[in-house]
């Protein structure tokens, strides 16, 4: 990411230079020519209010991916109990995402080629639309999964459209600060998926508000792509130098016609080098390609081994886990994972040039190594019950078998969750007795935590440093390190 440029040069030292040359005419023939270059108002980035608008509405891509992160772990409390989900069921639901965004991944890169960045963002809207439809429909486990496998089609396909879209409309100087703009627009959607998981957590069929809020920006991203122009570089992958060029100035404003040129004859020199080299080159010793290719599947790699994203997919019922004994509870802990992933992901987007990747992603290996053996520490000395992540309480689930999920009454009433008496033996998640369930959440022993009260804060809180440390250190290294 390159530091921001001056948009305007100083006056002070061109009325100076200026007075002193023009009291001087031997000045006047060669320094008169610098004096004008000076004192001219050029937009020398090129980076324009259409620039700025597109990228914005091209970076709606990440707050999309981030809110259907984000609100996993809220919604799937929710519907463990209505459903009464096993175990397995849970994990199918929580993969069916990730399911969909592997199947466009692999299919996606020749709609990205063959129609071009901006009508890939169009249609991942319009699979983004259609999956949140197949989720509001009555639920079930089908309904659900295929809903979810769908919107994940639509995020993945809309991610990768967005990064080559940001990149190839914006200027050299500003390519890498609107670039990070989608990385940051993740992030906030994280912390707005949690979010809207816990304010709609205690309404009847909140989830289906949840599920539907990501409509509203996949309808607003359609709508202004059919006004923004496509990217110059696939227009002219395409043949169609002619209209590149007029595109060219429309995204550079009053740049000069010979930096618009120079810039087409870049676009084209670059896509005529790329023709002359092969997919196996990669693997080669040629400009140090095979180590760089490696180094950044080991980064991607590592993103996904390091476990955070089934963190956030499970956060909410991994809290409960440990100690936050009721769902509303959980899903408002869990809401500090998005806060701390925006907190964590700012720093580093705007101090990676200065400080380097490579710092950042040391201090953050140290400190999820520290957190993750705090927390192994903890919950081993606690002797949490970690089979219990998955289950749902047993009286929710015996409230709710055997209903029929078609009628519209069947949203999670946490109200009516005080009027169930548990079986014997069961006692652990609901208990009869009022004042020992308020004991127990005091000493911090709710859903399967047998210990004092500071087990689930200090789980928290290792849970929050290790999402921190991920955020600055290997959340944004794909981007800067490849």
Same mark, same amino acid.
């Given at each position: 990411?390159?530091?921001?440029?001056?948009?305007?040069?100083?006056?002070?030292?061109?009325?100076?230079?200026?007075?002193?040359?023009?009291?001087?005419?031997?000045?006047?023939?060669?320094?008169?020519?610098?004096?004008?270059?000076?004192?001219?108002?050029?937009?020398?980035?090129?980076?324009?209010?259409?620039?700025?608008?597109?990228?914005?509405?091209?970076?709606?891509?990440?707050?999309?991916?981030?809110?259907?992160?984000?609100?996993?772990?809220?919604?799937?409390?929710?519907?463990?109990?209505?459903?009464?989900?096993?175990?397995?069921?849970?994990?199918? =639901?929580?993969? %069916?995402?990730?399911?969909?965004?592997?199947?466009?991944?692999?299919?996606?890169?020749?709609?990205?080629?063959?129609?071009?960045?901006?009508? %890939?963002?169009?249609?991942?809207?319009?699979?983004?639309?259609?999956?949140?439809?197949? =989720?509001?429909?009555?639920?079930?486990?089908?309904?659900?999964?295929?809903?979810?496998?769908?919107?994940?089609?639509?995020?993945?396909?809309?991610?990768?459209?967005?990064?080559?879209?940001?990149?190839?409309?914006?200027?050299?100087?500003?390519?890498?600060?609107?670039?990070?703009?989608?990385?940051?627009?993740?992030?906030?959607?994280?912390?707005?998926?949690?979010?809207?998981?816990?304010?709609?957590?205690?309404?009847?069929?909140?989830?289906?508000?949840?599920?539907?809020?990501?409509?509203?920006?996949?309808?607003?991203?359609?709508?202004?792509?059919?006004?923004?122009?496509? %990217?110059?570089?696939?227009?002219?992958?395409?043949?169609?130098?002619?209209?590149?060029?007029?595109?060219?100035?429309?995204?550079?404003?009053?740049?000069?016609?010979?930096?618009?040129?120079?810039?087409?004859?870049?676009?084209?020199?670059?896509?005529?080098?790329?023709?002359?080299?092969?997919?196996?080159?990669?693997?080669?010793?040629?400009?140090?390609?095979?180590?760089?290719?490696?180094?950044?599947?080991?980064?991607?790699?590592?993103?996904?081994?390091?476990?955070?994203?089934?963190?956030?997919?499970?956060?909410?019922?991994?809290?409960?886990?440990?100690?936050?004994?009721?769902?509303?509870?959980?899903?408002?802990?869990?809401?500090?994972?998005?806060?701390?992933?925006?907190?964590?992901?700012?720093?580093?987007?705007?101090?990676?040039?200065?400080?380097?990747?490579?710092?950042?992603?040391?201090?953050?290996?140290?400190?999820?190594?520290?957190?993750?053996?705090?927390?192994?520490?903890?919950?081993?000395?606690?002797?949490?019950?970690?089979?219990?992540?998955?289950? %749902?309480?047993?009286?929710?689930?015996?409230?709710?078998?055997?209903?029929?999920?078609?009628?519209?009454?069947?949203?999670?009433?946490?109200?009516?969750?005080?009027?169930?008496?548990?079986?014997?033996?069961?006692?652990?998640?609901?208990?009869?007795?009022?004042?020992?369930?308020?004991?127990?959440?005091?000493?911090?022993?709710?859903?399967?935590?047998?210990?004092?009260?500071?087990?689930?804060?200090?789980?928290?809180?290792?849970?929050?440093?290790?999402?921190?440390?991920?955020?600055?250190?290997?959340?944004?290294?794909?981007?800067?390190?490849?």
């Amino acid at each position: 990411m390159n530091p921001p440029a001056e948009m305007s040069p100083p006056t002070a030292p061109v009325a100076t230079e200026t007075q002193s040359m023009t009291s001087d005419p031997s000045h006047l023939g060669t320094l008169g020519i610098n004096v004008r270059l000076k004192a001219a108002p050029p937009n020398t980035t090129g980076c324009t209010w259409l620039v700025v608008l597109a990228a914005i509405a091209a970076s709606l891509s990440g707050l999309m991916l981030g809110y259907e992160l984000g609100l996993t772990s809220g919604v799937l409390l929710q519907l463990r109990g209505i459903l009464s989900l096993s175990c397995r069921e849970q994990e199918l =639901l929580v993969g %069916s995402l990730l399911l969909g965004c592997l199947v466009i991944s692999i299919a996606g890169g020749w709609g990205l080629d063959r129609y071009g960045r901006r009508w %890939s963002m169009l249609l991942s809207g319009g699979l983004v639309a259609g999956g949140t439809l197949l =989720l509001l429909l009555p639920a079930s486990l089908t309904t659900l999964s295929l809903g979810r496998a769908v919107v994940g089609m639509g995020t993945a396909l809309s991610g990768t459209a967005a990064c080559m879209y940001i990149a190839e409309i914006a200027p050299r100087e500003r390519r890498g600060l609107l670039v990070t703009l989608y990385e940051l627009m993740v992030v906030v959607g994280v912390l707005l998926g949690f979010g809207c998981s816990y304010a709609f957590s205690a309404l009847p069929n909140g989830w289906r508000y949840t599920f539907g809020l990501v409509l509203p920006p996949a309808v607003l991203q359609a709508a202004a792509l059919v006004l923004l122009p496509p %990217s110059p570089r696939f227009l002219v992958a395409r043949g169609d130098s002619e209209r590149a060029k007029e595109v060219l100035v429309r995204l550079r404003g009053v740049a000069s016609r010979e930096t618009v040129e120079e810039e087409l004859r870049g676009i084209q020199a670059g896509l005529k080098e790329e023709a002359e080299h092969g997919f196996r080159e990669l693997f080669s010793d040629k400009a140090n390609l095979r180590r760089r290719l490696l180094t950044g599947v080991a980064l991607v790699f590592l993103q996904q081994t390091t476990g955070q994203p089934n963190l956030l997919s499970y956060a909410s019922p991994l809290l409960r886990s440990v100690g936050f004994h009721s769902d509303a509870a959980a899903n408002l802990a869990s809401t500090g994972f998005g806060v701390v992933k925006v907190v964590g992901t700012v720093p580093a987007v705007l101090l990676v040039d200065r400080v380097g990747p490579k710092s950042f992603l040391c201090v953050g290996a140290v400190a999820m190594g520290m957190s993750l053996v705090t927390l192994g520490a903890v919950t081993l000395q606690s002797h949490t019950h970690l089979t219990s992540l998955c289950q %749902s309480p047993v009286g929710l689930n015996h409230t709710y078998q055997g209903q029929d999920l078609n009628t519209p009454s069947f949203g999670l009433n946490y109200s009516s969750f005080k009027l169930i008496t548990p079986p014997p033996g069961e006692s652990q998640w609901n208990g009869s007795d009022s004042a020992e369930a308020a004991k127990r959440e005091d000493a911090g022993m709710g859903s399967g935590v047998s210990g004092r009260g500071h087990v689930k804060w200090i789980s928290l809180v290792s849970l929050l440093v290790y999402v921190a440390a991920f955020s600055f250190s290997l959340g944004p290294s794909k981007n800067t390190h490849t």
